[in-house]
């Protein structure tokens, strides 16, 4: 059905029949509305009218099995398909005579697509622990799920695919912990749960909700509450984002810890999400580029059933708050510590560690849109932390030649991704045809790895050969043989470390279909960065100075400074700008003057506001 051009409302009504006296059904309608009106879809049960509308559509849809996925061939018009369920829950009364279903379309000269109506018997009790669709505390713990993975829709990660993320099924105790080493529960409560099955890496949306599923309304600040399990710390986030996703779209991502090291329990969190103008925004769960920690694990088999590549969402909660500038600190606050130093370079992380302890000297009073203005800061320091570079990426290479797939291109096998893949052209012997990467500038390497694809034998390189050219021009040959058939990378270690400006690798025999070869990753290691150890003397001189100071208001400050200084410390927040504002504080404190300084030294010495914002 197609409604377009039309100058006034439109509405089409049909009377349901054989529905039962007193009992729950969900009613849904495929829409694609590529117009800015409004559509809506109402039940009529007697004199009660349950509505549900959507503006503007803004996510494709990437479920294979779907007749009108965003495939070219199954398109809705420009070779794109925004079809989306729009969902209304009822319940009858005695009388089910006088049950209507309307669809509507206001004014508008685009055109918005519905098909595919049904209704269904449902026993879910989302909207304030009633089954009509309402307003009041939303609640989805996946026991009675009317269709997908409702509120949310399958994102771009896989494209249009038989998608890995699906309601997971208890069948204990092959799907939880500890079952031969698994790592995290694929069910966290009841009998199901949300499971994205092995998408890490893709630094692509995973699932995301849409308004008509739920409408986060402008101006609005809703607290968003749920618990997840996850094989890896920061594999995927939880994201707040507007309007249609897009590589350009601005995102809120919040990274998510494991939750097995240290812990025999799903965790919970919460977030505090606001309406943006145009009632667009929505949230969403997010697979990271940085991928899975199999904690040295290398075969795939392995990894895939342990979980680490794993994430599990359960018992989703969204409900409306008045919010508060406190509330936005102590979330922060709570969001960003303790702070885990990772594979960062020390200034970007010492820039993002003061951003986070700028929060500790926030007054309790503070307002909303001063608040707003500190996490913003800590945010931007947190999208600046630059990752200590293990090995060279595509900005380092000057030139790459090598046979390969259209599909499966050479520079796969340099984007720092396990998920891609470099593959020769098919039906073509390839063996004996070099890869050559030149850099440009040379690159200090201490080893080669060769990561073989995590599936399939098909290219995996049995034997052949690397030379490596350095700033000198002088070659540094070597060969190899018996790689075994299998995910785990394969290392070359070099003698002495080598500038590496420009290298061959050669397979000569390979495992599968003759003739191919193939590669996940190949990395030229570079050498390890390290971090300056902290500098205290300064500190420390100061500390010794003022406590040889028989003054109350003398030891009353340095005990307060040294409260706030180990709780930085305990949290992984203490740098040299931090330490270097202590010592400044210290300093005010004279022998034989009368101290000026506030007895309380800014920021507030208790670094540990309460971890769960309060509402």
Do not use: C
């Not at 059905?1 to 089409?12: A, F, P």
């Amino acid at each position: 059905l197609r409604i377009q051009g039309n100058t006034e409302r439109v509405t089409l009504k049909q009377r349901l029949t054989d529905l039962k006296p007193n009992t729950r059904y969900a009613v849904y309608v495929g829409v694609d509305n590529r117009s800015d009106a409004r559509a809506d879809i109402t039940i009529r049960v007697g004199d009660k009218v349950i509505s549900n509308y959507t503006n503007k559509s803004i996510a494709k849809n990437y479920v294979q099995a779907h007749a009108h996925n965003t495939l070219s061939k199954n398109a809705t018009v420009d070779n794109t398909s925004y079809f989306q369920n729009m969902y209304v829950y009822f319940t009858t009364g005695e009388d089910v005579s006088n049950v209507t279903l309307e669809l509507g379309r206001d004014a508008d000269a685009a055109a918005t697509y519905f098909d595919e109506i049904r209704v269904f018997e449902n026993q879910s009790v989302m909207y304030n622990e009633k089954h009509d669709t309402g307003n009041g505390k939303f609640k989805q713990d996946f026991e009675e799920v009317p269709q997908g993975i409702f509120p949310f829709v399958v994102g771009d990660v896989e494209g249009v695919q038989d998608n890995r993320t699906h309601l997971s099924e208890k069948h204990e105790p092959y799907t939880q912990r500890g079952w031969n080493g698994k790592k995290v529960n694929d069910v966290i409560e009841g009998n199901w749960s949300l499971k994205t099955n092995g998408l890490s890496g893709y630094d692509k949306l995973v699932y995301q909700t849409i308004p008509q599923n739920f409408r986060f309304e402008e101006g609005k600040t809703y607290k968003v509450t749920f618990e997840y399990e996850a094989g890896s710390n920061g594999a995927y986030s939880f994201v707040i984002g507007n309007g249609e996703n897009s590589r350009r779209s601005k995102l809120t991502k919040y990274d998510l810890e494991n939750t097995w090291e240290n812990s025999s329990t799903p965790k919970k969190v919460s977030f505090y999400v606001t309406g943006e103008k145009g009632g667009n925004t929505w949230i969403g769960i997010y697979s990271n580029a940085r991928g899975a920690d199999t904690k040295g694990a290398t075969d795939n088999n392995e990894i895939n059933f342990k979980g680490y590549k794993d994430f599990m969402l359960d018992n989703l909660e969204i409900e409306e708050i008045k919010l508060t500038g406190k509330m936005i600190i102590d979330e922060a606050y709570e969001k960003n510590t303790p702070i885990v130093n990772g594979n960062y370079k020390q200034d970007s992380l010492n820039a993002y560690k003061d951003a986070v302890a700028a929060l500790l000297e926030a007054d309790d009073d503070i307002s909303v849109d001063d608040a707003k203005a500190l996490v913003e800061r800590v945010n931007e320091a947190k999208e600046k932390l630059a990752v200590k570079r293990s090995a060279p990426d595509w900005d380092d290479i000057h030139d790459l030649d090598a046979p390969y797939e259209e599909a499966d291109n050479v520079w796969y096998a340099f984007d720092g991704n396990t998920n891609t893949l470099w593959h020769t052209p098919y039906g073509v012997n390839s063996l004996g045809k070099p890869l050559t990467v030149e850099f440009n500038n040379p690159m200090e390497s201490t080893r080669f790895e060769y990561v073989p694809r995590p599936s399939g034998p098909n290219g995996r390189v049995m034997s052949g050969s690397l030379t490596v050219i350095d700033e000198k021009g002088q070659e540094h040959n070597f060969s190899f043989t018996g790689w075994e058939n299998n995910a785990k990378t394969k290392v070359i270690n070099f003698d002495a470390p080598i500038k590496v400006k420009k290298a061959i690798f050669t397979g000569n025999e390979t495992y599968g279909d003759p003739g191919h070869i193939s590669a996940a990753e190949l990395r030229f290691v570079l050498p390890i960065e390290d971090d300056k150890p902290l500098d205290e003397a300064a500190y420390n001189a100061e500390v010794e100075r003022v406590r040889k100071i028989d003054r109350q208001d003398a030891k009353e400050y340095l005990a307060a400074v040294e409260a706030y200084k180990n709780g930085l410390a305990e949290h992984n927040l203490l740098t040299p700008n931090g330490l270097n504002k202590l010592v400044e504080g210290l300093k005010e404190i004279k022998e034989t003057e009368e101290p000026t300084p506030d007895p309380k030294p800014t920021p507030d010495p208790e670094p540990t506001p309460d971890p769960k914002p309060t509402p």
